[in-house]
């Protein structure tokens, strides 16, 4: 069964701490995976988008692993702000058929205080 | 346009009545995709078009539910006869036509249902 596990399901941390959100998957065949934030109340903003042939990727403050051996991936938050508080959802496309399909994970809520 | 919008931005109605979604794509976007999200999960697909051609729908679409987009440009969801189940956020996005896996995917900022 194709499935996205995400850990841990919620997290605290102070301002100007960083941080790691793990992701777990089960999804075959594998196209590519990205990681998304989410705002409450509002949509998901993509972050990242990696390849299997990716195994690092940046945007800013946040840097995404890949290990496709593994199935597993990491997004690493540096000198957290106040508005790095949110959703973080992890999310894998498969190829199936003639179209791709994103397989959301649960997310992983992530509070950060002054 | 600068993004998706969606309309209206809550909802709150009694159980049995029927609502309508809509949501206004990315201009020049041939993709389409509605999903359900309830509180503490990741978004559910729901369904997507390709222009006016609804190409899947999830077996969580059951009969209640209808989605169209006549003209290939916006498009609504309707939700017929609602339960307190219903009640989600319910998200739409949009994806240019690319060959391959890694069109990416832009959100609106969803609807939020209560079903009393």
């Known amino acids: 069964k194709n499935q996205v596990e995400q850990s841990p399901q919620s997290l605290i941390i102070l301002e100007g701490k960083n941080c790691t959100l793990q992701c777990n998957y089960t999804v075959s065949p594998f196209s590519n995976l990205r990681w998304y934030k989410q705002d409450t109340g509002r949509g998901p903003v993509s972050l990242t988008i990696?390849?299997?042939?990716?195994n690092t990727k940046s945007n800013g403050r946040y840097t995404a692993t890949l290990d496709a051996d593994t199935k597993q991936s990491s997004l690493h938050i540096t000198a957290s702000q106040l508005s790095d508080s949110a959703s973080y959802i992890c999310v894998v496309s498969a190829r199936m058929d003639s179209s791709y399909k994103l397989i959301f994970g649960s997310g992983t809520r992530l509070l950060v205080r002054p | 346009d600068t993004g998706v919008s969606q309309d209206p931005r809550h909802k709150i109605t009694k159980r049995g009545q029927n609502v309508t979604f809509r949501c206004d794509p990315i201009?020049?976007?041939?993709?389409l995709y509605w999903y359900r999200q309830t509180l503490g999960q990741g978004p559910e697909f729901l369904t997507y078009?390709?222009?006016?051609?609804?190409?899947?729908k999830s077996r969580l679409l059951s009969d209640r539910f209808s989605a169209e987009r006549p003209k290939g440009s916006f498009s609504t969801l309707e939700i017929q006869r609602t339960e307190q189940g219903d009640s989600a956020m319910y998200l739409c996005?949009?994806?240019?036509?690319?060959?391959?896996?890694?069109?990416?995917?832009?959100f609106g900022p969803g609807t939020r249902l209560t079903v009393l």
């Open positions: 078009f390709q222009n006016e051609a609804q190409l899947e």
């Open positions: 990696m390849t299997f042939s990716e």
């Open positions: 996005a949009s994806s240019p036509d690319l060959a391959g896996g890694l069109r990416e995917q832009f």
């Open positions: 201009s020049e976007h041939n993709r």
